[in-house]
Nanobody
Framework: QVQLVESGGGLVQPGGSLRLSCAASGSIASIYTLAWYRQAPGKQREFVAV????????YYADSVKGRFTISRDNAKNTMYLQRNSISYEDKAVYYCNGEIHDASGSRGEYWGQGTQVAVSS
């Protein structure tokens, strides 16, 4: 069984910075991509950023380009999202998403439980 667990959420002031982490564990053979999504109150879940675990290619939503940086540590099966210049619009629950091959060879899409980020002065 594969699990994704986010951490690092909390309260941050506008203009501040925060780093989120997502750790993958369980019967993992390989990880194809890891991504961040977020869902603000009353809105649909939206894509934030994705990184391929082979090659490290990254893609960002226009709303976070230049402010957020996604990275990964393949040895730890962990992904990070460094968030700078945080604004009120960044307040949301942030979810980790992964396309992962498990030990049986099956490829599936997995989600974490989410981590809350609040923005307040």
């Amino acid at each position: 069984q594969v699990q994704l667990v986010e951490s690092g959420g909390g309260l941050v002031q506008p203009g501040g910075s925060l780093r989120l982490s997502c750790a993958a564990s369980g019967s993992i053979a390989s990880i194809y991509t890891l991504a961040w999504y977020r869902q603000a109150p009353g809105k649909q879940r939206e894509f934030v950023a994705v990184i391929t675990c082979s090659g490290g290619r990254t893609y960002y939503a226009d709303s976070v380009k230049g402010r957020f940086t996604i990275s990964r540590d393949n040895a730890k099966n962990t992904m990070y999202l460094q968030r700078n210049s945080i604004s009120y619009e960044d307040k949301a629950v942030y979810y980790c998403n992964g396309e992962i091959h498990d030990a049986s060879g099956s490829r599936g899409e997995y989600w974490g439980q989410g981590t809350q980020v609040a923005v307040s002065s």
